[in-house]
RNA sequence: GGAGGGUUCGCAUAGUGGUCUAGUGCGCGCGCUUGGAAAGCGCGUAUGCCGUAAGGCAUCACGGGUUCAAAUCCUGUACCCUCCGCCA
């Protein structure tokens, strides 16, 4: 969500980057007409309510006269009918206000069509194969490792199980990350899948795509799709402390995603399922410090990777491929020398996001100054620490060798109990 | 799932129809006092909206109702707590 006072004096320039981001700039008339018409039926309520409040007091008094009372009874009818129509106008003033998506901030590209694809850096070198490396389907498949044909069986399409020495890795990994982001200050947390929809809606994530999100209907709950939406909602309605801010979180959660719309698409493996885990770093920081956390963020997500020895490259998302709540964007693409029928492609592993104040302006999130006393909302930024399955899908190919079988990377051994190598079953 | 209790200003509490956005204590801020501090004393201490401003309006978990008037009465919902049952 914006701000109303910034949207009605910089109407051109948000139309702007609504276009930009490939959204409706009419949103913008739109909103200021609802707000206008919102504020007038405010003032004639607050107008009525004072004359009225002011008579009631003369009757508190023990001044009572016959025609106060018909004047009131006669306010308290039109009162009604007022206050009817402002909540009408409120819920469509919220409606729009709501639709309005975050606009982009200006290292962002433009591209309001998406399509185009902005490498700011590749990093790491593409491990060279004196064989035909193949892909972590087949790769997992010989060692026992996934299982989605029995996942299919339990659950249907887009699911699996993860076996052996790569569910020792999922732990591995885990741990790993924790170590080092706790060292860098960010507090570990698991959290709850679980969401209550007025939060899920607080996150940013149903106006669009909410086709993407399970929900328990019975319970009236969400299933989360990433720890983000849990770490914001915990501390919405707060007043964080200044002094502890940035504020960084690493959680671990499991993650659920309905997948709409990308039947066909990835169909094969874990690269795209309807369950995974992860860690997801997220920070409330101070408005003038954002800009610097969200480079912090890219900073872990690329050390982390380092520390794996897999390459990748960074792109810095365009515009139009921006979702609502987010001003700026950096994607992290794994290489993956397997994909491709052995000729290996760039996926994405990791993401992170500088959501400014719009979140937390939806969520009611703030800090106060310590000089002014003012309170002001946080700004709000997520980024994958790692999405496990996709992990262990680059450390797959990453680390094949000629036989087949699999090394661990050097930096998990010591959570791997010993383990340096996926090897096949006797 | 069953039975009971609760939800008021950062915290703890007072408040059973108008003088209550709301008292008191603690905490916090400023000042006086002091060589300095503590204590003491005085003053201040929620948020949102409308308005250039003066000022106005709203909010005592949330919604509906009664009334000229609701923190207070009636009613529905949510959340929390205790006990019982079930359970990893």
């Not at 909410?210 to 328990?216: D, K, T």
């Amino acid at each position: 969500m914006l701000d109303i006072k910034y949207i009605h004096n910089n109407p051109d320039l948000l139309k702007q980057k609504l276009t930009n981001k490939g959204s409706d700039p009419s949103l913008i008339d739109q909103v200021i007409l609802a707000d206008d018409s919102r504020k007038e039926l405010v003032s004639k309520i607050d107008d009525l309510r004072h004359s009225k409040s002011l008579l009631e007091d003369k009757i508190a008094k023990g001044q009572k006269e016959p025609a106060d009372l018909e004047f009131l009874k006669k306010a308290k009818v039109s009162l009604k009918e007022l206050e009817d129509k402002a909540t009408l106008a409120d819920a469509e003033f919220t409606k729009v206000m709501r639709l309005i998506p975050n606009p982009p901030l200006d290292i962002v590209p433009v591209d309001p069509m998406g399509k185009q694809i902005f490498v700011l850096r590749e990093v790491g070198n593409k491990p060279k194969f004196d064989f035909k490396p193949q892909d972590y389907v087949n790769l997992s498949e010989k060692l026992d490792l996934i299982d989605t044909e029995r996942a299919a069986k339990t659950s249907g399409s887009r699911f699996g199980f993860i076996k052996n020495e790569l569910a020792l890795m999922e732990f591995a990994l885990l741990q790993f990350v924790f170590q080092k982001l706790s060292k860098e200050g960010f507090i570990p947390l698991v959290t709850p899948v679980m969401l209550k929809p007025k939060l899920m809606e607080g996150m940013g994530y149903v106006e669009r795509g909410g086709e993407e999100i399970y929900y328990l209907p019975k319970d009236d709950l969400y299933l989360v799709g990433t720890a983000e939406q849990m770490i914001g909602s915990m501390h919405s309605d707060e007043i964080l402390d200044y002094n502890k801010l940035p504020l960084r979180y690493a959680a671990f959660s499991s993650c659920f995603r309905r997948e709409a719309g990308s039947y066909g698409k990835d169909t094969k493996g874990i690269l795209r399922v309807h369950q995974f885990d992860k860690i997801e770093m997220f920070v409330f920081s101070k408005p003038e410090e954002a800009v610097q956390e969200h480079e912090f963020l890219l900073k872990m997500e690329e050390e982390l990777m380092q520390a794996l020895k897999i390459p990748y490259r960074v792109l810095n998302i365009c515009s139009g491929d921006l979702g609502d709540p987010a001003a700026a964007k950096f994607d992290i693409e794994a290489w993956l020398p397997g994909q491709n029928n052995g000729e290996g492609e760039y996926r994405e592993t990791h993401s992170t996001s500088n959501c400014t104040d719009f979140q937390a302006r939806r969520l009611n999130i703030r800090y106060r100054d310590p000089q002014s006393q003012d309170l002001h909302f946080v700004y709000t930024l997520n980024g994958t620490a790692f999405a496990i399955g996709r992990a262990l899908i680059a450390i797959i190919e990453n680390y094949q060798m000629a036989d087949g079988n699999i090394k661990v990377p050097e930096a998990l051994q010591p959570y791997m109990g010993g383990i340096k190598e996926m090897a096949r079953k006797a």
